[in-house]
């Protein structure tokens, strides 16, 4: 696999310039990730994306964006934003687009549109606390793409699951990973 | 526990009587929760949040609302977004602080403030394809929250344990949920 250039306005050259650097130099691929949030009122709440560290620096120099969550009334909310539960579907739903792309960059397969739509299934039994059998996360995700491509549709399964394999919230759900909460020490 | 009214903007009296109409008929409690994804170019894509179902019925009476998404110039984007990964860690952040205040609410505590930063440790080797023995996901996320209320610092340890018991994205990252990708059915 040699392409060259853009492909499907990825730099696949720079891409593959990254996975040479990485292989010499494996602490090029650590990166941080970084949010702060900060209550509003009731069910209303703000968080805010600008700081991360990766290829051994660390980036301040986007500014900071802000993204209001809040419930529904039926949630007891006002509407002010769409919830967390929703955020996370959209965070999923980059993360699978982009890394099906890149990787079927990579591979020089040319796309001229991808879309994909998600449901997740949510029971508030757990979120209330009224049963401990209920899950408090999502039971089910389900996800259908569209793939606007020349490729067969065997093909189209197969960037599917190229998207599932280098996706990290893909794989973040599905695998899980270890959150640590505590106090902010003052 | 009988607080009554508003406790931190959360209308605590709604919240018992929805508790009540669900221990009546659990179906109330099932949601749907949706989003649609549009790939723009490159690293480039667009979520979309709109309708979704709950209580028994659908709600589409919200406006959509788009969410960019895009990778900054070391991974191939050009920041015309916040990355999937970072949205992520919004989604997590605004289920707690919600986790947090609604069941604090419910006992009565009340709240001057909440803020809390979040930190998500990323291996791209995963991402990239460079190794196997690499999770693609996060491996691990460290929170920290500053909680402005009177409550004692055993009862803030506490309030933050309510928030990870009941918090919904919390709950799907720590313990994984199942997610079924396909393409659509044209």
């Not at 250039?5 to 990825?10: E, P, T, W």
């Not at 990766?54 to 809040?70: F, K």
């Not at 739509?117 to 996360?137: H, N």
């Not at 259908?144 to 549709?153: M, Q």
């Given at each position: 696999?040699?392409?060259k250039?853009?492909?499907?306005?990825?730099d696949v050259?720079?891409?593959?310039?990254?996975?040479?650097?990485?292989?010499?130099?494996?602490?090029?691929?650590?990166?941080?990730?970084?949010?702060?949030?900060?209550?509003?009122?009731?069910?209303?709440?703000?968080?805010?994306?600008?700081d991360?560290?990766?290829?051994?620096?660390?980036?301040?120099?986007?500014?900071?964006?802000?993204?209001?969550?809040?419930?529904?009334?039926?949630?007891?909310?006002?509407n002010?934003?769409?919830?967390?539960?929703?955020?996370?579907?959209?965070?999923?739903?980059?993360?699978l687009?982009?890394?099906?792309?890149?990787?079927?960059?990579?591979?020089?397969?040319?796309?001229?549109?991808?879309?994909?739509?998600?449901?997740?299934?949510?029971?508030?039994?757990?979120?209330?606390?009224?049963?401990?059998?209920?899950?408090?996360?999502?039971q089910?995700?389900?996800i259908?793409?569209?793939?606007?491509?020349?490729?067969?549709?065997e093909?189209?399964?197969?960037?599917?699951?190229?998207?599932?394999?280098?996706?990290?919230?893909?794989?973040?759900?599905?695998?899980?990973?270890?959150?640590k909460?505590?106090?902010?020490?003052?």
């Open positions: 696999m040699t392409q250039g853009m492909v499907n306005g990825i050259d720079q891409l593959f310039k990254t996975i040479e650097q990485i292989k010499e130099n494996s602490k090029i691929a650590f990166f941080k990730f970084r949010a702060t949030n900060q209550w509003v009122s009731g069910t209303h709440c703000r968080g805010t994306v600008k991360f560290y990766g290829a051994l620096e660390n980036d301040d120099t986007r500014p900071a964006v802000t993204y209001d969550m809040d419930e529904p009334p039926i949630l007891l909310g006002n002010d934003g769409r919830n967390p539960v929703e955020y996370l579907l959209v965070a999923l739903s980059g993360c687009t982009t890394a099906l792309v890149a990787h079927s960059s990579a591979k020089g397969i040319k796309i001229n549109g991808v879309r994909s739509r998600y449901e997740g299934d949510l029971d508030l039994r757990g979120f209330l606390g009224i049963s401990e059998e209920v899950p408090v996360g999502y089910e995700i389900r259908f793409f569209t793939i606007d491509t020349e490729a067969t549709v093909q189209k399964k197969e960037m599917i699951k190229m998207a599932q394999k280098y996706s990290p919230v893909y794989n973040t759900i599905t695998k899980s990973a270890p959150v909460v505590q106090l902010e020490k003052n």
